[in-house]
């Protein structure tokens, strides 16, 4: 029997907002807010201080007025492109004020120039902000989708700032980078914290335009999602600086498609944006400044030709020198590197921030060995290297034979081999004809002879035209003449080893000394990245002769990124001196941050935990409950689970009600509702007189354990086949389900 | 085990309770068709001893649903057992006009020559279902004689107090539109009927339904189903016993009144006696649900029906369900809440 409510047309959850407008002013002046920060944020690098501000406060006042406005006003009710127009209208108006503001001579010369600069760019920001705004509110409160457009502008903003830091600029945007290290913060947690809180921003947003009503529940939600990604990056680290143009010194399959791992000259696009990204910091323990103006790190060299092309050597009996492994324990290789008097022991820490192929070291690296990593997030292998560097004078290195005399035939052989083209011969001789008598022999001399000539005539650029060439170094060398360092290295090493001078080709990392610019550490960069040939000198060893060419066509200079190498030097210095210096900055600050985030993520990670023991405590405890207890423990299990798959009881519905709602996919759910309703003591029956008499058992377990959880896998059998994979999987995994359960 | 055997006792008697009720509303809804809420509602307050109040406009089978109901009920006293030695009419209809009297409802003294001496005769009033058509076109002296007659179950005339029948139930009707030459009643006097219900036209297939079988209707007359007033009476008691209220649906109950008092849409809530009066009523829609308790359910599909003619709305507030509902919500919740927690 049912009796129709005369009334039931009437919606319970009719709780529309009596007025018109966007939403309530608390709602309404987050937004402002929101979107106000977004305009400053994105104004700040192309305009001045009062520019940014006239952007903001632009921003806020276009939102509060067209929020305040009713929904019938006119400027709500025309078309977007209309609105788009009249938008763009305004700010080309606002754009000829301002113009006509800065060229008027006779306000410059009466209120200066600097003022009328500023007034104009107040003018011109207060009114490209309130026409963006108004055009973001309009479609916001028009369309449906109309939250989409404010949601990209706000996004955009924060992207457009944490941009800067992408690549290994930590410390980068400046504003941000200088603020952390002068209060001894890693910028890093102020970014992130920026992020998290963009991503709240957003949300807020988002759950508003839906005014949702369990907005801090969905924030909170949010919040430990946040906290938790904080905790990923504690643990998993941070990801590295991506590199395209590498030189296959670090080993990874270059991102920018086309690079081959077999041929240097075929090294993916040039691509130029990513060659500030930092890729090594190097602590020198010895003071050492090289004569030459650049710092040669050799990492590995190409030796032996395989028919093609120079490559590394596979032959044991090559290169004893160069050390392909990371050292786990200290390998030495000072044996191999003759004069030893006539070079200096420096003592070098690296750290690489970028996975490599084998370890690098100062020119001629002779000991490796492990270092202790202070910061395994920001580095990803750190080593000591000694280094026997150089300290060669001119007459040391003249009149020298070339090759050793320890060596083999063979191994003569394998260093003197080249392609099978006489040009390089001929061309050779041509060069070297030009000799004083006294120098017609010296190796050195005619080495400097060739490099003197490529520094004269080569052109540096990164435009690669050789690369597909069967000799990419003789498509250069004898045509264009155009290429980059591993042309020139190639080209240079073929046109010794043509002379019969032993020479190979070192790949590495060459920074100019100037960019130590005093410090104890050197930054590499992706653009310090070089190839070289060298030459091997009796009793010498092998020596750099490096074509330096003079015509260029790139601009390869790169900013000198002084403080991030000075933070990176730091950082690897010492983990305890770093923190030292840190603790000095930050003062006797009243509240140790580092242990407050640690504890806050051990809070959040175990108030984690424990929501899901208790989410899975109330789904399993009627398992081993007594079976007067089923009604209350299967019943509260059941609405859990609904809970989690997104049916929940609404407020003020009865209990009858939410079950007729849902059982047309539910049925099951009708049966355990009912069962729990007849079964509830002081519901259903007086549970003073049930207890009184000895037949309260009986009557209060109508069903049995098996009844009950037969009837409860029913329900959720019928779950199973009513719901989305995605809401089963929400279910399974969402820790706070059954805070929503009622 | 003696309240083992009470509820058992108790639930044969809710069972022959049902049976009553079901038969009663298949003797209705044989002669009123589409209307069969509003003859739930009815039987509902003939169970509970209550009246009806029907907002209708006229031709919409008030008095078919009157008459049904009064029919169905025979008198099946013992002679021996009666209260008065005259017999009650299972019916009457009294139309309510501006000139009426007080006596023409409840009776009065005549002189009798042949034993010179005054007797009393009944008026209408004397009737198991009583109809009063039009309540509002009479004067409020036979109003108030009427509702004394409903709220006391007793009549006195010429200082003389005459018992009304136990089973005494009255359908008063009152037209929501024309309102020239009328005496509305005062929201007191509403207080004494447990419904006002608001009728609506009944639906086409319905309607149509109406039209197809009147001929079968007025001439069925051979196979009436019946019930005895003393089925009734027993009945009613075994609901009273054997339906339980719990204290969490009182608790409810009485938040949601406290709760509309303070409302500010409200001019003046309403009365305990409403309170009194629903609780029964609730108890016979559970036996009806086949429920022997009372639940949430209940307590949603009764309080509009009996709260709408008890409160008066401030100016400018129209709709009080929606003011009910708002007001509910928080209480019902609480009494949803109230059946998982441990301690009853």
Same mark, same amino acid.
């Given at each position: ?742 | ?123 209408? +009033?004397? *009737?198991? !279902?009583?109809?009063? #058509?039009? /309540? ?8 108030? &004689? ?92 075994? +609901?009273? *016993?054997? !339906?339980?209220?719990? #204290?969490? /649906? ?8 406290? &709760? ?85």
């Amino acid at each position: 029997m049912s009796i129709a409510m005369n009334t039931s047309s009437t919606s319970i959850s009719s709780t529309h907002l009596s007025d018109n407008r966007s939403g309530r002013p608390v709602h309404r002046l987050i937004r402002a807010l929101i979107l106000a920060v977004a305009c400053w944020v994105l104004s700040t690098p192309l305009t001045t201080v009062g520019g940014s501000g006239a952007a903001a406060l632009g921003c806020l006042l276009a939102c509060f007025w067209i929020d305040g406005q009713q929904r019938s006003h006119t400027l709500l009710q025309l078309r977007a492109p209309a609105l788009i127009l009249l938008a763009g209208l305004l700010v080309a108006f606002s754009a000829y004020v301002s113009t006509l503001l800065t060229n008027s001579t006779w306000l410059a010369g009466s209120i200066g120039a600097l003022p009328l600069y500023q007034s104009a760019q107040f003018v011109f920001w207060f009114t490209l902000a309130a026409a963006i705004t108004i055009t973001l509110r309009h479609t916001a409160r028009r369309h449906a989708w109309g939250a989409l457009p404010e949601l990209l502008f706000v996004a955009s903003a924060f992207v457009i700032t944490l941009a800067a830091h992408q690549r290994g600029m930590i410390d980068r945007p400046y504003f941000i980078g200088d603020y952390a290290l002068i209060r001894g913060l890693d910028p890093t947690s102020i970014l992130m914290a920026i992020g998290v809180g963009a991503v709240l921003a957003l949300a807020v947003l988002l759950m508003m335009e839906n005014q949702n009503r369990h907005l801090p529940y969905h924030v909170g939600i949010l919040t430990v999602l946040c906290f938790s990604l904080l905790f990923y990056v504690q643990f998993f680290g941070l990801p590295s600086p991506q590199l395209t143009n590498d030189l296959g010194l670090t080993g990874q399959q270059g991102s920018g498609g086309g690079a081959d791992p077999d041929n240097p000259f075929r090294d993916g696009e040039n691509n130029a944006s990513d060659r500030e990204a930092p890729v090594a910091i190097v602590l020198f323990r010895d003071d050492y400044e090289p004569s030459n103006g650049a710092y040669y790190f050799r990492e590995s060299a190409y030796s032996e030709f395989n028919g093609r092309l120079l490559w590394t050597a596979e032959n044991p009996d090559l290169d004893p020198d160069l050390v392909s492994q990371f050292p786990s324990s200290p390998i030495d290789v000072s044996g191999e590197v003759p004069a030893q008097d006539k070079r200096r022991s420096v003592t070098t820490t690296i750290g690489l921030l970028t996975p490599h192929r084998s370890p690098f070291g100062l020119d001629a690296p002779v000991r490796f060995e492990t270092a202790p990593n202070p910061n395994s997030l920001r580095f990803r292998q750190t080593y000591t290297v000694t280094s026997l560097v150089p300290e060669f004078e001119f007459p040391d290195l003249i009149g020298r034979k070339a090759g050793s005399p320890d060596w083999t035939l063979e191994q003569w052989a394998e260093y003197v081999q080249m392609p099978d083209d006489p040009r390089y011969g001929e061309f050779a001789r041509q060069l070297t004809a030009t000799l004083r008598p006294e120098f017609a022999d010296d190796p050195y001399a005619k080495a400097m002879a060739v490099k003197a000539w490529l520094d004269e005539n080569g052109i540096y650029s990164l435009k690669n035209e050789h690369a597909y060439a069967t000799d990419p170094a003789a498509s250069f060398l004898f045509g264009d003449l155009t290429g980059y360092c591993v042309h020139f290295a190639y080209a240079a090493t073929y046109l010794y080893r043509s002379l019969g001078i032993p020479a190979r080709v070192g790949v590495g990392y060459s920074v100019p000394s100037s960019n130590r610019a005093g410090g104890s550490a050197l930054l590499i960069q992706a653009v310090n990245g070089h190839a070289w040939p060298e030459i091997y000198l009796e009793d010498m060893g092998w020596v750099i002769v490096d074509p330096a060419p003079r015509q260029t066509l790139v601009d390869m200079s790169v900013e000198p990124q002084d403080s991030l190498q000075q933070l990176l030097g730091d950082m690897l210095r010492d983990d305890a001196a770093f923190q030292a210096f840190l603790q000095d900055r930050a003062g006797n600050a009243v509240i140790n941050w580092a242990l407050l985030t640690r504890a806050l993520m051990i809070l959040t990670l175990s108030l984690l935990a424990l929501c899901w023991l208790i989410k899975i405590y109330r789904l399993r405890c009627a398992a081993w409950a007594a079976e007067n207890e089923q009604y209350r423990l299967v019943y509260r299990a059941a609405l859990d689970t609904l809970a989690a798959h997104g049916e929940r009881r609404r407020f003020g519905e009865t209990r009858e009600a939410f079950a007729r709602r849902i059982s047309p996919q539910l049925p099951a759910f009708k049966i355990i509702s009912d069962w729990h309703l007849a079964a509830a003591p002081g519901y259903a029956f007086d549970a003073s007189l049930a207890m009184a008499g000895a037949g309260s058992q009986q009557r209060i377990s109508g069903h049995s354990k098996q009844q009950w959880s037969a009837q409860f896998i029913e329900l959720q059998t019928q779950l199973q086949q009513s719901k989305a994979w995605w809401q089963k999987t929400l279910a399974v995994v969402h820790p706070l389900s059954w805070i929503k359960s009622r | 085990m003696q309240v083992m055997e009470a509820q058992a006792t108790s639930n044969t008697d809710l069972d022959q309770a049902r049976e009553v009720l079901v038969r009663l509303g298949s003797a209705v809804r044989a002669q009123v068709l589409g209307r069969d809420d509003v003859i739930e509602l009815a039987l509902i307050a003939l169970m509970a001893d209550g009246h009806v109040l029907l907002e209708d406009f006229p031709g919409s089978g008030k008095t078919t649903l009157a008459k049904a109901l009064g029919e169905a009920i025979v008198d099946d006293q013992q002679v021996n057992t009666r209260t008065s030695n005259v017999p009650i009419a299972p019916f009457r209809r009294i139309q309510f006009t501006p000139d009426l009297l007080p006596s023409d409802v409840t009776g009065s003294s005549v002189f009798d020559a042949s034993t010179n001496s005054f007797h009393f005769r009944h008026g209408p +009033i004397f *009737a198991h !279902v009583v109809l009063a #058509d039009e /309540i509002n076109r009479t004067s409020p002296k036979v109003q108030s &004689a009427m509702l004394e007659a409903m709220g006391e179950k007793q009549v006195t005339v010429d200082n003389q107090t005459y018992a009304l029948d136990q089973l005494f139930f009255v359908i008063a009707t009152q037209n929501p539109l024309d309102l020239v030459g009328t005496y509305p009643l005062p929201t007191p006097q509403l207080d004494r009927f447990l419904f006002k219900l608001t009728m609506n036209h009944v639906e086409r297939d319905a309607e149509l339904e109406v039209l197809n079988t009147w001929q079968q209707r007025r001439d069925k007359q051979s196979k009436k189903i019946e019930v005895g007033r003393t089925e009734i009476l027993q009945a009613r008691h075994a +609901i009273d *016993a054997g !339906v339980f209220i719990s #204290d969490a /649906i009182k608790t409810a109950l009485v938040d949601i009144s406290r &709760a509309l008092r303070v409302d500010e849409r409200i001019l003046q809530g309403n009365s305990t006696r409403s309170l009194v009066l629903i609780l029964p009523a609730l108890q016979v829609l559970a036996a009806m649900r086949g429920r022997n308790y009372v639940n949430a359910d209940d307590l949603e599909t009764l309080l509009p029906h009996v709260l709408t003619h008890r409160v008066e709305l401030a100016p400018g507030s129209s709709d009080f369900v929606k003011i009910l509902r708002d007001n509910m919500r928080a209480p019902m919740d609480h009494l949803a809440r109230s059946t998982l927690s441990q301690r009853a």
